[in-house]
């Protein structure tokens, strides 16, 4: 039988903008390296649920070959720590709010909780939506750069 995969879930604060962007430049650099990592995105307001990517968003990506134009707006929920294996948040404010929906878990879903948390790049990912087409064209940038430092680790570390 296939092994489960490794679960990752990308968290930004509305999942119109960063977040499905990461979401979908990571399971890329997943796929061209072969791993068995499945990849999901959410926020922690609950302003865009079921709302499609910002169309800034979507416009940019399609430049580099990336369509978002499947996703929909979600929001964090307490089962993702369960769900998921590793939870990577845009900034240090989503990192956050991240904590405070872990912190309503009881201690019985805490001990099925296995999720880690980190940030998804070494420095935030700014919040693109009241900036420019250079914001947006840098949330790519960053979502790349870090996604290649994550695909290296996870090879060294043997995971998926
Ligand atoms: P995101 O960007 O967190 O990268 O999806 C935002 C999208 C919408 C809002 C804020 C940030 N908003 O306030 O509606």
Redesign the pocket.
Known sequence: MKNQPYRILCV?????????TAEVVLRHYIKENHLNIVVDSA?T?D??IGDLP?RRSQKHAKKRGYDLSVLRGRQLSPYDFIKFDLILA?DESNLAAIQAVYNTLNDLDRQQAKAKINMMADQAIA???YGNEQDFESVLDQCEQASQVWIDFFKHERIG
Do not use: Q, V
């Open positions: 930004c604060l509305g999942n119109i903008c960063r977040s499905p926020g307001s302003y865009h910002d845009m919040d693109p939506y």
